[in-house]
């Protein structure tokens, strides 16, 4: 798989993550799932979701991008969405996040 097929999986995989999250409000991720949790983070650190670390007790608690971006496993997340008072546009899948080249550029 290319550079390019790479990118578009990725936005891919970061929209249906945010829409899901979104549409729920929250959405639970396995310990295990490194690859949503990594998603998830990048996420996170645009401010698009909330993440909390769910102890045995099943109390979350919330991680901050710099602890997010380590996508332990050890430990189930939560997803939810930000607590802001203003509505977030999902941005379309063109130049979705994380992509320094625009898709159209030749591969």
């Known amino acids: 798989m290319g550079e390019r097929e790479v990118g578009l999986r990725r936005r891919g995989e970061q929209r249906v ?28 650190v645009y ?16 991680l901050r991008p710099s602890e997010a971006i380590r996508a332990r496993t050890d430990r189930p997340w939560r997803l939810s969405r930000p ?14 996040l994380f992509e320094s080249e625009s898709l159209n550029q030749p591969a």
């Open 17 to 44: 993550l945010m829409e899901t999250v979104y549409a729920l409000g929250t959405m639970v991720v396995a310990a295990e799932d490194r690859e949503t949790k990594l998603t998830a983070s990048r996420l996170q």
């Open 47 to 62: 401010g698009f979701v909330t993440i909390e670390e769910l102890g045995e007790d099943g109390r979350g608690r919330r």
């Open 83 to 96: 607590a802001i008072a203003t509505a977030v546009t999902i941005p379309s899948l063109e130049g979705f």
